[in-house]
């Protein structure tokens, strides 16, 4: 849905969409999309491979299912939908690398006041570490970063 730039409205709805945001940033960040490549898979088993709480992750992939990005089966299991397949690595249309940096760098400017304040960079703040160091770190978000970098904005 594209909203006109000069309404108001527009700005307020994106402020109103962090939780999706966030569901975004995990599944690219944990690489979702690429553990359900050969097929669903349980949350306890996803669980047990990424290292995290069972529970929290059980309820993250069902937000990922209530955006689209995921699909929860008969059995309990989850698949890739159609849209999550976006954030699959070594793909053409990958846009993982795109999310990630979007997302750190919004959350980065959190601190933007106190980089007014001290000099010290919001994203060092942020994340203890360079935009530089961390982005590069990451070839997904290293693309996008070099892209967005050399695009000038």
């Known amino acids: ?21 966030a569901l975004l940033y995990v599944a690219a960040s944990l ?19 990424l290292v995290t709480n069972p529970d929290a992750l ?13 699909i929860e089966q008969a059995d309990g299991s989850f698949a890739v ?18 999310v990630i940096r979007l997302h750190e760098s919004a959350m980065a400017s959190h601190y933007l006041l106190n980089t007014v304040r001290t000099g010290e960079p919001s994203f060092q703040r942020a ?10 770190r990451d070839p997904d978000v290293s693309r996008s970063f070099s892209g967005w970098f050399a695009a000038g904005v």
């Not at 059980?58 to 995921?70: N, T």
């Open 58 to 70: 059980y309820r993250v992939l069902r937000g990922m299912v209530a955006i689209g990005l995921l």
């Open 81 to 98: 939908a159609p849209l999550g397949l976006h954030l699959r690595t070594g793909t053409v249309d990958n846009v993982r690398g795109e």
């Open 1 to 21: 849905m594209t909203v006109p730039e000069d309404n108001g409205r527009a700005l307020l709805q994106r402020l109103q969409q962090p939780l999706p945001a």
């Open 31 to 49: 690489k979702i999309a690429d553990l359900l490549e050969h097929g669903p898979r349980h949350s306890a088993d996803l669980s047990s491979q």
């Open 127 to 136: 994340f203890g570490e360079s935009i530089f160091d961390r982005f590069g």
